[in-house]
């Protein structure tokens, strides 16, 4: 199955402060989701990456997508307080349904 | 609704009881899924239906845990015998494919006392 190791598992920044959160899949991925996750609440779609070397960017948030497709990164810039929460990636493989890691827990001290 | 509606959004019961557990998915939305949360943890995968397909089980953790999907639409997610580690927040998601963006519900939490 689908195994997605995400880094670190919790992270406090101060506020201002940039900040990179990884998941590394042991396969290729086909399709890679990020999601945040308020505490309390449901999940929020952040981005979509399927090519290799692709990036994107919301507001300030870029998510990356290694070539061999087996690596993604998220980074936020200047961090606020409404950036924190639970980060979550998702793979998608043509068999199986989309899975997830286990989390990064962002904390962002004022 | 505009969004993926579940429930109840609480629910504590005694072990051995059985649960019934409920997503209304958003409407033209072919997929669903079925994640549950532990207190701490990421999302662990149970149960996903596509369209008319047979659904993907390989996530339910045993035999007490079940789901179906009626008219491709609203799905139940019924555990039986309940356990007290069955305690966790059951996440339904849906969308308009497999793949793509997929639209969360609020959770049902579970206590199992």
């Known amino acids: 199955s689908q195994e997605l190791e995400q880094s670190p598992q919790s992270l406090i920044v101060q506020e201002g402060k940039n900040l990179t959160i990884n998941c590394t899949s042991s396969k290729t991925l086909y399709g890679l989701y990020w999601y945040k996750q308020k505490y309390g609440e449901g999940l929020i779609f952040l981005m979509m990456l399927q090519k290799g070397g692709e990036e994107k960017s919301h507001e300030k948030i870029t998510a990356k997508l290694d070539e061999k497709k087996q690596q993604s990164s998220l980074h936020i810039t200047a961090s606020q307080p409404s950036h924190a929460g639970i980060y979550l990636c998702g793979a998608d493989k043509p068999s199986d349904g989309l899975t997830f890691g286990k989390g990064t827990h962002l904390i962002i001290q004022p | 609704g505009a969004g993926v509606s579940q429930s109840p959004s609480n629910k504590v019961t005694e072990k051995g009881k059985d649960v019934e557990l409920r997503c209304d998915p958003i409407s033209g939305h072919t997929a669903l899924y079925w994640y549950r949360q532990s207190l701490g943890q990421g999302l662990e995968f149970l149960i996903y239906f596509q369209g008319n397909s047979a659904p993907d089980k390989s996530g339910l953790p045993s035999d007490r845990f079940s789901a179906e999907r009626t008219g491709g639409s609203v799905s139940t997610l019924t555990i039986q015998r309940t356990q007290q580690e069955d305690s966790a927040v059951y996440l339904c998601?849906?969308?308009?494919?497999?793949?793509?963006?997929?639209?969360f519900g609020e959770g049902s939490r579970l206590t199992v006392l």
């Open positions: 998601a849906s969308s308009w494919t497999r793949t793509g963006e997929l639209f």
